[in-house]
């Protein structure tokens, strides 16, 4: 029933889609998109020789999957791809949608990796070569206008072979490509996403990390900065998330992570002072709040009016 159900929905979206125009300048690029599904995140990383990659190239969303559209980039194939997902469509099915409704199918490329960790990737013949793409379990990866398939099978090899999270392997493939020669043109911007349920500020969207360098000498470098910094603030939002719904125990480990990540940051030692404080204990609130504040003395005058650190109050 749900097979019949799924084919009907694929095909009113055929009947329904019209051609679409094509686009006239490449976005020459490679790209991993990618699932973690003990974290239950999807996300993608991407760079290329073209200005600010990361508005053109990377789709996500939490509870359907993620698409990266490429080369002479049609857009739309980034939230119909997703929609696609949410009806039940496997990747290999979308990409046969998307194809038989664009105008120049062989000049696209796409990867798509739904939430279940099935994966897809498409290079038109007439993208601009080196062009191709490999993928499998939660993942594919895709380039055009690269140096040659080696860039592709080093991103492949980084992606299974790196421990960490999703971001640190997403990035690592995203480096080994660039170490192949990557856009034979050279570099530019470049851009990383991952989304988890309830995983963005205060749990109102899935975007925990969201990072984006569109003009840059060194891309890969700033976007290593950067994704530092995204992993510490996720780890924090997530911690404070928790702690607002009136978590503290579950928040906890989330704080103590993100200290560990920032054991010098004022911001964070004064919130994991009062998230141990919540989960019971004190004396270390004592010592990550004694820390803060010799760190920014502005923040004494704060703690003093703040109601979640009346345990301190003496």
């Known amino acids: 029933m749900r097979t019949r159900r799924v084919l009907l929905l694929l095909v009113l979206v055929l009947s329904l889609a019209a051609p679409l125009p094509a686009q006239e300048s490449p976005v020459a690029t490679f790209s991993i998109v990618a699932r973690d599904?003990?974290?239950g995140e999807v996300g993608i990383a991407v760079a290329s020789k073209f200005f600010s990659v990361g508005s053109v190239v990377p789709w996500a969303r939490a509870s359907s999957g993620a698409v990266a559209t490429q080369s002479f980039a049609n857009t739309s194939f980034g939230p119909r791809g997703l929609d696609l997902l949410d009806t039940g469509a496997t990747p290999e099915q979308i990409v046969k949608i998307l194809l038989q409704t664009d105008a120049q199918p062989d000049r696209r490329q796409f990867g798509i990796v739904s939430a279940d960790g099935s994966s897809a990737t498409?290079?038109?013949e007439n993208c601009q070569a080196w062009a191709g793409?490999?993928?499998g379990p939660d993942y594919a990866v895709q380039g055009n206008i690269l140096t040659g398939e080696a860039v592709v099978l080093a991103m492949e090899k980084a992606f299974l072979?790196?421990?960490g999270t999703l971001a640190d392997r997403m990035y690592a493939?995203?480096?080994?490509g660039d170490a192949e020669g990557g856009d034979a043109r050279g570099r530019q911007s470049a851009a990383l996403i991952v989304v988890r349920e309830g995983g963005g500020y205060g749990g109102f969207n899935d975007r925990a990390i969201?990072?984006?360098?569109?003009?840059h000498k060194e891309p890969f470098k700033e976007l290593g900065r950067l994704l530092n910094y995204a992993q510490m603030n996720a780890s924090w939002n997530q911690a404070w998330?928790?702690?607002?719904?009136?978590?503290?125990?579950a928040a906890l480990p989330h704080m103590e992570r993100t200290a560990r990540i920032a054991p010098e940051d004022d911001g964070v030692l004064y919130d994991l002072a009062v998230i141990r404080l919540a989960a019971g204990d004190r004396n270390g609130a004592r010592k990550a709040l004694e820390k803060a504040i010799t760190l920014n003395?502005?923040?004494?005058?704060q703690a003093e009016e703040d109601k979640d650190l009346e345990g301190l109050a003496d």
């Not at 969201?210 to 003009?215: C, E, G």
């Not at 003395?297 to 005058?301: F, I, R, T």
């Open 37 to 39: 599904g003990e974290a």
């Open 122 to 124: 498409y290079t038109g």
């Open 133 to 135: 793409g490999r993928h």
């Open 161 to 163: 072979e790196t421990e």
């Open 173 to 176: 493939a995203l480096h080994a």
């Open 210 to 215: 969201d990072i984006r360098v569109d003009d």
């Open 241 to 249: 998330t928790l702690f607002t719904q009136k978590k503290p125990q």
């Open 297 to 301: 003395p502005k923040l004494k005058q």
